[in-house]
Structure formats: C-alpha cells, structure tokens
C-alpha cells in the first residue's frame, strides 16, 4: 500500500505533522497514519496511547477542526490513523492554507490562494469587491464587453445588453447603494 491523494504516512508524529491534517480538511479528506514507513509497513511507535490522547486536542487547538483517532495494534506493534473529512470552510495551519495534491501538501499563494478561498466561501471572483473601486473607474466600453461576455455564459441575462452605457452604469450605481446619473 503505498501514498496517495487520501493516504499520508509517516513513521513518528512531530507537531508538524498537522499541516498534512490541514491540506486533507482543504482538500477531499483523507488518512495520515502515523507508525508505518513510506511503503505502508508498519513499525510502531512509542507511546501510542499518549498521543490517542493529545492529538484530538492539538487539532482541535490549532486547526479548529475535529478529526477520528484511532490506535491499531498490527504484528504486536502499534499506529495511529487519524481520519480527516474535508472541510467546507478552509482550515489553516498557523496562517498558512495547505491542500492536499497527489501524495504532496501544497502551500496556496497568490491567485491559487484567491480562488481556493472564494471557492470554499461559494463565490466567484467577479461577486468580490474591490475596496477603493467606484463606477467612475468603470470605461463604459468594457463594461459592454464584460456585460456581452457574461451574457454568452448565461451568468447576465440578455435583457441587460438592451441598455446604453449609461444605463449599465446607473444599473452599478444602483446596486451600489448611489443615485443614477440622470
């Protein structure tokens, strides 16, 4: 049994040994086993029955997240399995978004970071607003474009595309709590 997107092993825990929890809960849930090597083989660890113990509360503690801990006893030697769902909301290592890819955590930065987060928040990057941003920044001839773009993907209906540019704007100024221009 070797690694994969939804198994982790390793052979003793270290504290940052949560960062493999986290980038599960981000991405389809999974398993990190602690006791066995790289190729799955297991080969114990001391003071199993300890860490049944503590791990439960240092995820809770760091991750905000609850997760199954269970002692397995195989060959006299023991492991633990910790059992991670995903998480709808996302879960975040010490500040630091992790998701689970293949048998690798990849830290999210930059952009990956933006669409991970409106993501599991059910938006999409066009519903996020800008701070500092008016309608007055707006050029009348992309907004068109736009507005023609997101009719062809069925996210604006048609009926929009029957105003002028003015009227697209007023529309903006409208849903921005402001008076129309006319």
């Known amino acids: 049994m070797s690694e994969n997107q939804n198994t982790e092993y390793k052979r003793s825990w270290r ?7 986290c980038g599960f809960a981000n991405a389809d849930g999974g398993e990190l086993v ?3 090597n ?19 509360n240092k995820v809770r503690d760091l991750l905000g ?5 269970n002692l397995r ?14 998480y709808p909301s996302p879960v975040s290592y010490r500040g630091e978004y992790l998701v689970r890819s293949g048998s690798t955590n990849q830290m999210l930065k930059g952009a ?9 928040y059910g938006r999409t990057w066009d519903s996020a607003p ?5 309608v007055e920044d707006l050029d009348a001839d992309v907004l068109r474009g736009f507005c023609e773009q997101a009719a062809k993907s069925g996210r604006l209906g048609t009926e929009a595309l029957d105003d002028d540019d003015a009227g697209l704007i007023d529309k903006l100024r409208l849903v921005e709590g402001e008076r129309p221009l006319g």
């Open 112 to 120: 990956a970071l933006d669409r991970f987060l409106l993501r599991k």
């Open 65 to 69: 997240i609850m997760v199954d801990v």
């Open 34 to 36: 602690i006791g066995r």
């Open 130 to 134: 800008l701070p500092g941003l008016s």
């Open 38 to 56: 790289d190729r799955g083989e297991v080969v114990g660890i001391p003071h199993a029955g300890r860490l049944l113990e503590e791990l439960p």
């Open 73 to 86: 006893s195989e060959a006299g030697l023991e492991s633990l399995e910790i059992r991670v769902e995903a």
């Open 15 to 21: 504290d940052e040994d949560l960062k493999w929890v």
